[in-house]
């Protein structure tokens, strides 16, 4: 490595250019792991129905699905308003869209999906489910304001699902625009942009007056065509949750973005505990339709209850094994909730590392300054042992908030306050996710406590 020019020690992570470098110079062969193939490995493990393994000659490009994160205020809701705005012109139809949660645009005859809400709660929230159901995320930046907080936690999610990222400098029409300022910000939290000899897409936009817009989509069908994401259209359709109510009129309403093969009216759902039949479905133009191809998003009736946000949906062949096996995940719901059964926590990490259970640490730190957050960060990571690292995912300076337990949850880290504390809902919300936190007033003590963790000897009163 430091022939590479690189100092770095046992825990220091690689990125995957280095380790293709590194092993080539050494002559070994490695294989990198894509967490993408993760998660949809732990969404077929919930999967229930004909296993169907596509063949590649089955698979077919499908329309990425894009999430639209960034700094409250850079311009987020404008950008998806626009771009869904131009959809409605094109279509004949001229007709009024419905808000069900996603929509799709045409762009030189290519769909592309969006996640209309934007923020990354929602995409969190999924994810903590352990539903992947973004491919892309454009990351908003205001030219006039910078790199800010939540544009550093929207950089830090994306990240964590491996997802990869646009950045729109947006709001360029203004007179006090720094886009080289974003650019310069940027790539002090790892993102190059390409005219600087990195590999991060830059688009400078302004959502207002409507300008590079197509530039911006133009991008977005590049990186989706880079990344191959294709799915089988001739197979029962999986997908999952986006949105769901319980409408007065009709009943459990969900919005579905099916993500491989199709989905049609009279088909068996199974959604977590949550089982039903396809009455009609209603796209984005609030028009009924009868068959949904993967990347569509399409509001759907028939489910006997409401699905949660996020939930993976799977169609069967049959209904009445649909209900059965709702039926079954309910009861073990019931039972999982008496047992009441935790996420990783110090005082049982010692022995899930035993197990093997646990190989990575990983943490969130908040803290009232950023000098304690960098020496907490120095120091946790070097308690880092040949069986368990620690990964410090994200770090910010404030009160613990809910994206914060979303992001734990999300990654099953730990989160760490160092003089700052949870709010109220953040609180509430990091006990019914089982999130763990801990408070700290003293480096010292937060390090002894972690180290102690790690190796079995934590206080059990703790
Ligand atoms: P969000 O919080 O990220 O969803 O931001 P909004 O889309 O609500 O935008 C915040 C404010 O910035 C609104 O007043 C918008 O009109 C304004 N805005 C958004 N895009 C632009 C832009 O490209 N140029 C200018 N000048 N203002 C913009």
Redesign the pocket.
């Known amino acids: 490595l430091m022939g590479l020019g690189l100092m770095a020690n046992l825990n220091h992570p690689l990125d995957e250019d280095t380790l293709i470098m590194l092993a080539d110079e050494i002559g070994v062969r490695i294989n990198i792991k894509d967490t993408d193939h993760v998660s949809d490995e732990q969404e077929k493990e919930k999967r229930v129905g004909p296993k169907i393994v596509d063949k590649a000659a089955d698979l077919q490009l499908r329309p990425p699905i894009i999430t639209v994160m960034?700094h409250?205020?850079?311009?987020?809701?404008?950008?998806l308003d626009v771009i869904r705005q131009s959809r409605v012109a094109e279509s004949e139809a001229g007709g009024i869209t419905q808000h069900i949660g996603a929509y799709q645009v045409f762009i030189n005859g290519k769909k592309i999906t969006f996640i209309d809400t934007?923020g990354h709660e929602a995409f969190t929230a999924m994810r903590a489910r352990g539903a992947q159901v973004t491919d892309i995320t454009i990351l908003?930046v205001a030219a006039d304001d910078g790199v800010m907080p939540q544009t550093i936690e929207a950089i830090n999610h994306a990240k964590a699902a491996d997802i990869p990222i646009i950045i729109a400098i947006?709001?360029i029409?203004?007179p006090n625009a720094q886009p080289d300022r974003v650019k310069q910000e940027l790539t002090e939290h790892g993102l190059v942009p390409e005219d600087w000899g990195g590999d991060t897409i830059c688009v400078p936009?302004?959502?207002?007056?409507e300008e590079n817009i197509n530039e911006l989509l133009e991008m977005v069908l590049l990186v989706a065509e880079m990344e191959e994401i294709k799915a089988n259209p001739n197979r029962y359709a999986e997908g999952i949750v986006i949105e769901s109510e319980l409408d007065k009129g009709r009943g459990p309403v969900a919005t579905l973005l099916v993500k491989n093969g199709t989905m049609r009216i009279g088909d068996a759902l199974l959604a977590g505990p949550v089982s039903g039949r396809v009455r009609a479905m209603i796209d984005d133009k609030g028009e009924r339709i009868n068959e949904a191809p993967p990347a569509t998003p399409v509001e759907i009736l028939g489910f006997s209850d409401v699905p949660a946000a996020g939930e993976f949906v799977e169609v069967l062949p049959d209904e009445k094994e649909a209900r059965a096996v709702a039926e079954e995940r309910k009861q073990a719901l019931h039972q999982q909730d008496i047992q009441n059964e935790s996420r990783i926590s110090l005082e049982d990490l010692y022995e899930q590392i035993q197990q093997g259970k646990v190989k990575e640490l990983n943490v969130i730190i908040k803290a009232d300054v950023n000098g304690s957050i960098e020496a907490l960060k120095g120091s946790l990571t070097k308690l880092g042992t040949e069986e368990v690292t620690v990964n410090i995912i994200h770090t910010g300076v404030g009160a613990i908030n809910e994206t914060d337990v979303d992001l734990a949850s999300a990654s099953n880290a730990i989160i760490i306050g160092f003089n700052v504390r949870p709010n109220t809902n953040a609180r509430k919300y990091a006990e019914k996710e089982k999130v763990e936190l801990r408070l700290y007033r003293v480096i010292y003590k937060a390090i002894e406590e972690i180290k102690d963790a790690m190796a079995g000897l934590l206080d059990p009163e703790l």
Not at 72 to 79: C, E, I, S
Request: net charge positive.
């Open positions: 960034g409250v205020d850079h311009g987020k809701t404008t950008l934007p908003v947006n709001k029409d203004k936009i302004s959502a207002l007056k």
